[in-house]
């Protein structure tokens, strides 16, 4: 069932005022076929929307809202471990725990990333040294102009640092209904990343024979010390992604900042967007209604409820000022509608 002018602030995790001129909610593949229809026929632009914590509503939307509640999740086991396939409207984190649950190892590291399963590999989702794509086998995605199911394979959709083919030549031409990762049986965990192996050290455990949820408990841990909760502070998380850079940049920022925070990323080096943010001076800045978190400077929040406007507008001044400072050009990890 089609709905008009739709209030689109609950449904955003930056809790921005905007509406959607046409709405419709979807649980299944035929209501999904049948709402693209109507946007053909009314020839209305799309939005697919689904945890709603990886957008920035710069406006009222003009075309037709779709809101992906498709469910269902199963694990099977098989001869390289254990299969997961999950409908696009799943929730990630509930999926991350429901594994290590089980004891299943793979996605421990990728634990309270907001949003859905469908969301996942459009931005091949990543944390603590994993990304989706380590795991992910393939999807099944509706074709918007014709209203077909296409199964991409890992390869087909040409995972890279937070992008996939759906950010490239795929952009705005499907709607991801089904999601199948594998989870090994030989796992290992996986503590490359400083914060993690602290953490254990600090409580003066060994890492010997850990298990998942030990991990995604250490993870949920970490990240609620240093992330805010869209339900206490309304956040998209992590707002910009960490600019890669030459192994002539990476040197002269070292050497002019012997404390800059940076990962070997083959050829290229990979910093920390939340390290140069916070070295320029904006953790806890405010711009009225919207500002840097006080705790994780690669946050941006909007307490005041603000517009979308307001968000874009403080993006687009610290990464003008982290450009200014050390020559680094920010990209946003939310995309901008309409």
Same mark, same amino acid.
């Given at each position: 069932? /089609? +709905? ?22 979807? +649980? ?6 049948? %709402? ?29 809202? /779709?809101?992906? +509640? ?8 098989? &001869? ?6 999950? &409908?696009? !409207? ?42 989706? =794509? ?13 209203? +077909? ?30 999601? $199948? ?26 890492? %010997?024979?850990?298990?998942? #949820? ?23 998380? $992590? ?7 030459? &192994?002539?940049?990476?040197? $002269? ?8 925070? #940076? ?21 806890? %800045? =405010?711009?009225? #209604? ?14 005041? =409820? !603000?517009?979308? %406007? ?7 001044? /610290? &990464? ?19």
């Amino acid at each position: 069932m /089609i +709905e008009t002018d739709v209030d689109l602030q609950p449904l955003n995790t930056l809790a921005i005022a905007a509406r959607a001129a046409h709405f419709a909610r979807v +649980e299944n593949v035929e209501e999904l076929r049948e %709402a693209l229809a109507y946007a053909r026929e009314k020839k209305l632009p799309i939005l697919p929307l689904g945890g709603g914590s990886n957008i920035v509503l710069t406006g009222d939307f003009p075309g037709l809202v /779709i809101l992906i +509640e498709l469910r269902g999740l199963s694990l099977a086991k098989n &001869a390289l471990g254990t299969s997961v396939s999950a &409908a696009a !409207g799943e929730n990630w984190h509930q999926l991350v725990m429901q594994t290590v649950e089980q004891g299943l190892g793979g996605l421990e590291n990728l634990a309270l990333i907001p949003g859905k399963i469908g969301a996942a590999p459009i931005q091949n989702i990543g944390a603590y040294g994993v990304e989706l =794509r380590d795991t992910f086998t393939e999807l099944q995605a509706l074709h918007i102009p014709t209203g +077909e199911l296409h199964v991409f394979s890992n390869a087909d959709c040409q995972f890279g640092y937070r992008d996939s083919v759906f950010k490239g030549t795929a952009r705005d031409q499907y709607i991801i209904t089904r999601v $199948s990762l594998q989870l090994p049986t030989d796992w290992r965990a996986r503590l490359d990343y400083p914060a993690l192996r602290e953490y254990f050290t600090e409580r003066g455990q060994g890492t %010997a024979g850990l298990r998942p #949820a030990e991990v995604a408990r250490a993870v949920i841990d970490i990240r609620n010390s240093k992330l805010p909760s869209p339900d206490d502070i309304p956040n998209a998380g $992590s707002f910009f992604k960490n600019p890669l850079v030459d &192994a002539a940049l990476y040197r $002269s920022l070292k050497e002019a900042h012997p404390d800059l925070v #940076a990962f070997a990323a083959g050829d290229q080096w990979k910093l920390a967007a939340g390290w140069l943010i916070d070295r320029a001076g904006w953790r806890g %800045a =405010r711009r009225h #209604a919207v500002g840097v978190h006080d705790r994780q400077a690669l946050v941006l929040v909007n307490p005041g =409820r !603000g517009s979308g %406007a307001e968000v874009t507008g403080l993006a687009a001044e /610290i &990464a003008a000022d982290i450009r200014s400072k050390f020559g680094v050009d920010l990209e946003p990890e939310p995309r901008y509608y309409p």
